[in-house]
T-cell receptor, first 112, second 117 residues
């Protein structure tokens, strides 16, 4: 079945450091891929998405490229801020509008 | 964008009691809502798909008699945990499918934390 694997956290960085959170997936067909972020005490928010191979999703300085050949959707940011501290979830859906399958989440902690 | 509200945000109950959690889509009529369960430091696990006006579709391994879902209107879905036990303690999150006009993106509520004593 479909699944998502994320790198284990927590990830601890200093402000302005480069961030990579790895995400790989297993799916039949051509899923849509998502990154969601959960800030402390808040609900999940969509950070970015990509719906087909080689698409790059981007938002708030974060980027992720849908790589079908490596079945990956790694999240990157060139310079993290303290306000980026949150839990990040990689997810996929095999049909538009259907339920998402999530990875376990990666906690990011950024210190000044 | 669509706003999804859950209530209560935190509930503590005694073992054996039933607890109802509401999920409201405040500015979007949602024919489909999804209920997830999140354990500490773990991923969100889909429990069921709630369909307005019809029975919910439960994922394998989820007890439908324990987790009653009612989607009586386009803006409200409820999850009732019946005869709750400590192992039901968890974070329950609902999400709304905004449909084609919303690029079929799911919007999530802030979650409801259930603690069963």
């Amino acid at each position: 079945g479909n699944s998502v694997t994320q790198m284990e956290g927590p990830v601890t960085l200093s402000e302005e450091a480069f961030l990579t959170i790895n995400c790989t997936y297993t799916a039949t067909g051509y899923p849509s891929l998502f990154w969601y972020v959960q800030y402390p005490g808040e609900g999940l928010q969509l950070l970015l998405k990509a719906t087909k191979a080689d698409d790059k999703g981007s938002n708030k300085g974060f980027e992720a490229t849908y790589r079908k050949e490596t079945t990956s959707f790694h999240l990157e940011k060139g310079s993290v801020q303290v306000s980026d501290s949150a839990v990040y979830f990689c997810a996929l859906s095999d049909q538009a509008g259907t339920a998402l399958i999530f990875g376990k989440g990666t906690t990011l902690s950024v210190s000044s | 964008g669509a706003v999804v509200s859950q209530h209560p945000s935190w509930v503590i109950c005694k073992s054996g009691t039933s607890v109802k959690i509401e999920c409201r889509s405040l500015d979007f009529q949602a024919t489909t809502m999804f209920w997830y369960r999140q354990f500490p430091k773990q991923s969100l696990m889909l429990m069921a798909t709630s369909n307005e006006g019809s029975k919910a579709t439960y994922e394998q391994g989820v007890e439908k008699d324990k987790f009653l879902i009612n989607h009586a209107s386009l803006t409200l879905s409820t999850l009732t945990v019946t005869s709750a036990h400590p192992e039901d303690s968890s974070f329950y999150i609902c999400s709304v499918n905004r449909g084609p006009s919303g690029a079929n993106v799911l919007t999530f509520g802030a979650g409801s934390r259930l603690t069963v004593l």
